[in-house]
């Protein structure tokens, strides 16, 4: 199970940091995210170790996924934040596989989403 938090209201220009705890170790985590009436899309992923990332050409340069693993939490620092960035964030984990992937059907599963809205 994966509990998401730190979603909130934050200007243009400004920074937000998301958690992810996940109830059990998992491998591979990873943030996707969904704004009203477009699909689900991937924003970055990050292998069991920290060592490969992956991100979203969209956030790269602005947002950082890093994890803990004694912590079993996920992070996603994003900073100089966009109107375009505002979204439902959920993270995902996977069960098996230590890759950070970009493709949502690999991952086994998801929190239940944290909501990031960015006024211009």
């Known amino acids: 199970q994966l509990q998401a938090s730190g979603g909130g209201l934050v200007q243009a220009g400004g920074s937000l940091r998301l958690s992810c705890t996940a109830s059990?170790?998992?491998?591979?985590m990873g943030w996707f995210r969904q704004a009203p009436g477009k699909e689900r899309e991937f924003v970055a992923a990050?292998?069991?170790?920290?060592?490969?990332?992956n991100y979203a050409d969209s956030v790269k340069g602005r947002f950082t996924a890093s994890r803990d693993n004694a912590k079993n939490t996920l992070y996603l620092q994003m900073n100089s934040l966009e109107p375009e960035d505002t979204a439902v964030y959920f993270c995902?984990?996977?069960?098996?596989?230590?890759?950070?992937?970009?493709?949502?059907?690999?991952?086994?599963?998801w929190g239940q989403g944290t909501q990031v809205t960015v006024s211009s």
């Open positions: 995902a984990g996977r069960l098996y596989s230590s890759v950070a992937s970009r493709t949502s059907s690999d991952y086994d599963y």
């Open positions: 059990g170790r998992t491998y591979a």
């Open positions: 990050i292998s069991w170790n920290g060592g490969s990332t």
